[in-house]
Nanobody, 123 residues
């Protein structure tokens, strides 16, 4: 069965850092583009960051570029998001997702979704 399980969310002060992880199983992880997405209360789910099969190509929403770094470890079927200089606007439930096509990740419509992990940034 396909599973994507996020972890690492929590409470952090503005300006601080947090690292999220996503562990995948049940599909050929190394053949899938991966992404991080977030959804704040009352808002639509949005694309945050994406990464290609081997990790050679990365893509970021303008709102997080320069602050967040996406990476993957195909040997461990794992996806990561390092978040630095966090802002209150980053508060949301963060989801990982997987799709064989990069465009699907960038358009916030991956084939597979995780359950999400809460990130709360306070001032």
């Amino acid at each position: 069965q396909v599973q994507l399980v996020e972890s690492g969310g929590g409470l952090v002060q503005a300006g601080g850092s947090l690292s999220l992880s996503c562990t995948a199983s049940g599909f050929s992880f190394k053949m899938y583009s991966m992404g991080w997405f977030r959804q704040a209360p009352g808002k639509e789910r949005e694309f945050v960051a994406g990464i290609g099969w081997s990790g050679g190509s990365t893509y970021y929403a303008d709102s997080v570029k320069g602050r967040f770094t996406i990476s993957r470890d195909n040997a461990e079927n794992a996806l990561y998001l390092q978040m630095n200089n966090l802002k209150t606007e980053d508060t949301a439930v963060y989801y990982c997702g997987a799709d064989r096509y990069t465009v699907s990740v960038r358009e916030t419509r991956p084939e597979y979704w995780g359950q999400g992990t809460q990130v709360t940034v306070y001032s």
